[in-house]
């Protein structure tokens, strides 16, 4: 009888320090759906840097900002939501400024996310931190103004 005390204080142990190593993991990572949510919002901060670096483009060659986010053919697939199909929201502000909006499910968590993670267009200096929610980028096309 004494024989088997002892493998079984070892596999109750063994199963404890699984469970708190579990535990701690989801801890620190969130639960799967909160990941999900980042990853949407991931999709979401890709998208509209994708139709920030076309509306940059389109105001390079036409000296002027598009009417609206259906004028840039070449980028209607980032012009949606990827959970609602929503339009992005974009509005011109001024002669080569616009806003792009995007609900987002989650803040951002830019210093919890491993490098690289989060696109950022090249030779910008625009940030895509974000609250949960409605949010608004105000940008321009002029890469003098930025």
């Not at 004494?2 to 199963?15: G, S, Y």
Request: proline share 6%; aromatic share 8%; with cysteine.
């Amino acid at each position: 009888m004494k024989r088997l005390v002892m493998p079984r204080l070892l596999l109750a142990l063994a199963t404890a320090v699984m469970l708190a190593a579990v535990i701690a993991g989801l801890y620190a990572l969130g639960s799967p759906a909160h990941q999900r949510q980042l990853r949407l919002d991931q999709k979401r901060v890709s998208d509209l840097s994708t139709l920030s670096i076309a509306i940059r483009a389109y105001w390079t060659e036409h000296k002027a900002l598009p009417s609206g986010l259906d004028v840039l053919d070449s980028v209607r697939r980032f012009s949606t939501d990827p959970v609602n199909g929503s339009t992005y929201s974009y509005a011109i502000t001024g002669s080569s400024s616009y806003s792009l909006c995007a609900t987002f499910a989650v803040a951002s968590e830019f210093d919890r996310s491993p490098a690289g993670s989060y696109y950022m267009p090249p030779q910008t200096a625009i940030r895509w931190d974000h609250p949960g929610g409605k949010h608004c980028f105000e940008l321009s096309a002029d890469p003098v103004r930025r």
